[in-house]
């Protein structure tokens, strides 16, 4: 069994910053993968930025050089610094953890960007 729960979603200016934040626990030790997805109305999920257990990043082109993930291991955590936010940005933030051939998903925490 593993949950992951997402917190640090919210309302937040043009220009302005959010931190995301996701908790694993179960019994899952390590994932190979920890991430964040996003979904606006209307729109498919799409990946937001990737890390792995060994460091190697990934992010979507539309959020380099504004948005960091992060990651500790140890504690199976996973962060998303958002910086200079855009409109665009607004949807569905979801938590996503990969371990083997299975895949868990967050319940999702809403970001708008909204002036």
């Known amino acids: 069994q593993v949950q992951l729960v997402e917190s640090g979603g919210g309302l937040v200016l043009p220009g302005g910053s959010l931190r995301l934040s996701c908790v694993a626990s179960?019994?899952?030790?390590?994932?190979?993968?920890m991430g964040w997805y996003r979904q606006a109305p209307g729109l498919e999920r799409e990946l937001v930025a990737r890390i792995a257990r060994g460091g190697s990043i990934n992010y979507a082109d539309s959020v380099k050089g504004r948005f960091t993930i992060s990651r500790d291991n140890a504690k199976n955590t996973v962060h998303l610094q958002m910086n200079s936010l855009k409109f665009e940005d607004t949807a569905v933030y979801y938590c996503?953890?990969?371990?083997?051939?299975?895949?868990?998903w967050g319940q999702g925490t809403q970001v708008t960007v909204s002036s």
């Open positions: 996503n953890a990969a371990f083997q051939f299975s895949t868990y």
């Open positions: 179960g019994t899952i030790v390590s994932f190979n993968a």
